[in-house]
């Protein structure tokens, strides 16, 4: 689905360093997501962005930073992260109109090694 | 709560064998259920999808029916091939939350051999 991109797709990161994912949609979608998806472990919702806003962290370390500036656009931003915070990190959006919402469409991935 | 159970992989099977994920889910209300596909080193792509009871979701030679009666939404394949060979996620987005988030299941792989 080349609808939502992802940069970079590969990071290697000292647990010192910031650095930012960055996820954009261009599928006129008014809600995205942030997700870990960890060796071995169910896929993990971390963020829920709705028109803009916050609407959901699922108990996510204050080392995860997230902004959505627009509804196109979505980052995490990264500081001080641990080596157990090497995943594959997965951006989603979708439309939702009230409760409900339509199927959510992935990025490729950003893969992160934090050495 | 909301909740996906697939069975376990790897799934290993010959090329144009058939092929049966099962993925059973607990939920509230009526949710609508889904079948991803992440093929290695890629994200997830919806393969298909069904919002009501009965409704067969289908694509690229897969189907799934969406059974209220047994809380299940298994996935099949005539006859896979090679490049079938994936992870396949079964997930599930409910009524009740006000957010309408999916539940996702914990993926079968599934390897196709020549």
């Known amino acids: 689905e080349t609808g939502v991109t992802q940069t970079p797709r590969h990071l290697v990161m000292g647990m010192t360093n910031k650095k930012s994912l960055k996820c954009e949609q261009h599928l006129g979608h008014n809600a995205m997501y942030w997700y870990k998806q960890s060796a071995k472990k169910p896929l993990e919702l971390m963020f829920v962005y709705s028109l803009e806003e916050r609407v959901e962290n699922n108990s996510v370390p204050s080392r995860f930073s997230p902004e959505c500036p627009n509804s196109s656009h979505l980052f995490l931003h990264l500081h001080t992260l641990q080596p157990e915070d090497s995943a594959l990190y997965l951006c989603a959006s979708s439309h939702r109109t009230g409760p409900y919402q339509e199927t959510q469409y992935f990025g490729p991935g950003t893969r992160l090694l934090v050495l | 709560g909301n909740s996906v159970t697939q069975m376990e992989g790897p799934v290993t099977l010959s090329e144009e064998a058939f092929l049966t994920i099962n993925c059973t889910y607990t939920a509230t209300g009526y949710p609508s259920l889904f079948w991803y596909v992440q093929y290695p080193g890629e994200g997830l792509q919806l393969l298909l999808k069904?919002?009501?009871?009965?409704d067969k979701g289908s694509n690229k030679g897969f189907e799934a029916t969406y059974r209220k009666e047994t809380t299940s939404f298994h996935l099949e394949k005539g006859s896979v091939q090679v490049s079938d060979s994936a992870v396949y996620f079964c997930?599930?987005?409910?009524?009740?939350?006000?957010?309408?988030?999916?539940?996702f299941g914990a993926g079968t792989q599934v390897v196709v051999t020549p």
């Open positions: 997930a599930l987005s409910g009524t009740t939350d006000s957010w309408g988030k999916l539940q």
């Open positions: 069904a919002t009501k009871a009965d």
